[in-house]
């Protein structure tokens, strides 16, 4: 398996616009998480699907963050509209179970201008 | 609400040595904990998940411990070389939630 995979792996926006991340998780995995990850607060969970369900969608920051799971073999985080202070890496994860092993992908690398 | 903490912050240390890179949680009542390294730029690679009832466990030169009465893990590494240099994440899952609760992160650079 080629792990999970991110799409794109860098994003430069302008304020405003709308910014889709894209994951593929790991086959076989029912657990899927989306992280965000800077230098002031470190990795964050944004959102935990299970079974392509959103079970936890306390981390989304506000209304301007959405994420799907279409199927069990892809995600999408949406922002819109973007603002700078959303420039971050953004990572996806998949596990099989929620608790076990989490596999992350290469991180989507955002900057908003 | 559960806290990490990872110390020391950053570490240097000369090729061959042993070392030891900390983790601290608040809340004991953890499903399990996992130790990631993180590349510069890249994303985060699984080094070793210790489910609640473990003591340890190994991989090659990496050996992970946990006391969740005193609510603590370590990351030993033996041998040092200067491809371990990375920063290195421990993650905390407390039981009953999904998710898993990061450190601040040990960055560690090992010198040739």
């Known amino acids: 398996d080629a792990g999970v995979i991110q799409s794109p792996r860098h994003e430069v926006t302008e304020m405003g616009q709308e910014v889709t991340l894209r994951c593929k998780p790991i086959s076989g995995h029912n657990s899927l998480f989306w992280y965000r990850q800077t230098m002031m607060r470190g990795l964050e969970l944004l959102i935990y699907f299970n079974n392509n369900v959103p079970i936890d969608d306390s981390g989304m920051p506000e209304d301007r963050f959405s994420a799907k799971m279409p199927n069990a073999s892809f995600s999408t985080l949406k922002i819109q509209p973007s603002e700078p202070r959303d420039s971050a890496v953004y990572f996806c994860?998949?596990?099989?179970?929620?608790?076990?092993?989490?596999?992350f992908g290469q991180g989507t690398r955002l900057t908003v201008v | 609400k559960q806290e990490v903490t990872q110390i020391p912050a950053a570490l240097s240390v000369p090729e061959g040595e042993n070392l030891v890179l900390n983790c601290s949680f608040t809340?004991?009542?953890?499903?399990?904990l996992q130790w990631f390294r993180q590349d510069p730029g890249k994303g985060l690679t699984s080094l070793l998940l210790i489910q609640s009832s473990q003591r340890e466990q190994t991989s090659g030169r990496l050996n992970a411990s946990l006391d969740k009465s005193s609510g603590r893990s370590t990351l030993y590494i033996a041998a040092s070389q200067p491809g371990d240099s990375a920063t290195y994440l421990c993650?905390?899952?407390?039981?009953?939630?999904?998710?898993?609760?990061f450190g601040t992160g040990t960055r560690l650079k090992v010198l040739a």
């Open positions: 809340d004991s009542a953890i499903y399990n």
């Open positions: 993650a905390v899952s407390t039981s009953g939630t999904y998710k898993y609760i």
């Open positions: 994860a998949s596990s099989f179970t929620g608790y076990s092993e989490a596999f």
